[in-house]
């Protein structure tokens, strides 16, 4: 058997289904370009059919990307499928990717469909999908839950009218390892062509177990993974990307498989895709956490002295996680700044780079070293850029444990200068009011986070907030997520709210 597994990304399409998040087009195809250089072989960009934006979206990836396959999902239904194949025109290698949902539980309460009408349905759409596609993948959806007999009817159909790959998935991450790895064995013996076409596995990760019911699927013959980067996704969210790619490596002599990725650029993608999609890692994630390589007994320190492997499976070098050195400084040039910025996974335009660069001068002369998880957060940054219609010149603070917090912001409109002040509950409240009574839009804070991007006492503070405005023409609230990063915590509030508000008005 071909020891080769595709990795199928779907973090622009299941796991922009993550609640709260919003990508833009911009930022859509800054993660599609990083993906591209992490050397996925498959980017599921979109789904044509759902929204003008997804449609853009697919229709954009695909006219960039040429060595990955690009892929849009979409119903057994002819209006779905020829968006698909319109959005997917420009690509050097289009994929169409049909579903539909094949348990009785789906058929019965949301299609209202008879097994017999559900493989008409699906011969029809695949049959359409390839009339206009020569690639075309064909998923039933929520298969763990299904009769595998009528599974295997369902794909051995889509295999006879031209689907090269199908897709068994765990929609609902409610299968255990012993009973994904049976149903894909049985599923290989059964399904009529099944030779004459790629096995794939989906898995999502509502008890925990979207990686292990993968990598299980891909010990007994699975040889495409569809997963996204962080594991973000609906509800728990997918199977993440780094832990399959690394668990494929790490444990090859196991899984007797192997995959394409560019490991060296797990890091900067990861991080990428937190910064854009607002979630952050959690420290103890495994592979891209901020503890994953770190000791804290003095048994563990001393036993990585001596040999590392003692207590490390993997090398963080071959993930690209920055050496906490200091690679550049505050009399660092722009040309030490570009290779640093391209070495760590970023290509800027002329444009982005003079943009990037004065961020780095700003922040190299408050913060003596500048490291390369600096210049990641920095970098990933500023895809959040939008048009600077308001801009913050200075803010100034007068708070205490017994005193009412004040702010005055001071904003630059325009050609305008305005200053407002305002009290609050804390500080940043009171700045976040100053801020409102400035722009005059009714914004509401929705979420608001904080993390030290490195250690120290000159740690770099990275601030992501969400927001809605309501525009107040009777249209639903705009939501938009915003970042701010500095030394100074309450500046990066400010640069986050305001850069929030930025986004609300240009999108
Ligand atoms: O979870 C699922 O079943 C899906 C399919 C549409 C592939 O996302
Ligand atoms: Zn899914």
Redesign the pocket.
């Known amino acids: 058997m071909d020891d080769r597994v595709l990795i199928f990304d779907?973090t622009l399409r299941?796991g922009e289904?993550t609640p709260g998040v919003n990508l833009n087009l911009t930022e859509k195809l800054e993660i599609a370009r990083h993906l591209e250089r992490l050397r996925v072989d498959v980017i599921e960009a979109g789904f044509a059919g759902a929204s003008r934006g997804d449609f853009e979206a697919v229709e954009a990836v695909s006219r960039e990307t040429r060595s990955s396959v690009v892929c849009s999902l979409a119903r057994c239904a002819p209006v779905d499928i020829e968006r698909a194949a319109q959005a997917l025109s420009g690509a050097a290698r289009p994929r169409i990717h049909v579903f539909l949902a094949s348990s009785a539980l789906h058929l019965e309460k949301k299609l209202r469909m008879t097994p017999d009408q559900a493989l008409e349905r699906a011969a029809s759409g695949v049959r359409l999908a390839k009339s206009l596609c020569d690639d075309v993948q064909f998923s039933a959806?929520d298969a763990s839950r299904s009769d595998p007999a009528f599974l295997a009817q369902l794909f051995g159909e889509a295999i006879a009218q031209g689907a090269s790959t199908i897709n068994i998935?765990d929609?609902v991450g409610y299968a255990t390892a012993n009973e994904f790895s049976r149903l894909v064995q049985e599923l290989l013996k059964n399904i009529r062509g099944v030779d004459r076409a790629r096995v794939s596995v989906?898995c999502?990760n509502d008890l925990g177990l979207a990686v292990a019911n993968s990598l299980v699927a891909v010990r007994h013959g699975a040889r495409q993974v569809?997963c996204t980067m962080n594991g973000v996704?609906?509800r728990a969210g997918?199977a993440a990307l780094e832990e399959i790619v690394m668990g494929l490596r790490t444990r090859a002599d196991y899984y007797g498989a192997s995959c394409n990725i560019d490991t060296k650029r797990l890091y900067v993608t990861s991080r990428l895709v937190s910064t854009l999609t607002g979630l952050e890692i959690p420290p103890n994630k495994p592979v891209v956490g901020a503890n994953a390589f770190l000791h804290q007994s003095g048994i563990h320190q001393h036993g990585v002295a001596c040999d590392r492997s003692t207590y490390e499976v993997m090398r963080s070098e071959d993930i690209g996680v920055p050496a906490g050195n200091a690679p550049l400084g505050k009399l660092s040039g722009s040309h030490a700044f570009e290779e640093t910025a391209s070495r760590l996974g970023f290509t800027l335009s002329r444009n982005d780079l003079g943009a990037a660069f004065k961020r780095f001068k700003e922040l190299a002369d408050r913060k003596k070293d500048v490291t390369e998880r600096d210049l990641v957060a920095l970098l990933s940054g500023q895809w959040v850029d939008a048009p600077e219609l308001y801009h913050l010149e200075s803010y100034q603070l007068f708070a205490g444990n017994t005193l009412t917090p004040t702010a005055t912001v001071k904003i630059k409109y325009g050609d305008d200068v305005i200053t407002e002040a305002a009290v609050g509950d804390g500080p940043i409240d009171a700045a976040y009011r100053a801020v409102d009574r400035i722009t005059k839009r009714d914004t509401k804070l929705e979420t608001y986070g904080i993390r030290a991007v490195t250690e120290g006492q000159d740690a770099l503070g990275e601030v992501t907030v969400r927001i809605t405005v309501d525009t107040g023409d009777g249209k639903p609230p705009r939501r938009a997520l915003g970042k701010g990063a500095s030394t100074d915590i309450i500046e990066a509030s400010i640069l986050a709210y305001v850069n929030a508000v930025n986004r609300a008005a240009a999108d």
């Open positions: 779907t299941d289904q959806e998935t929609t989906h999502h569809e996704g609906e997918n």
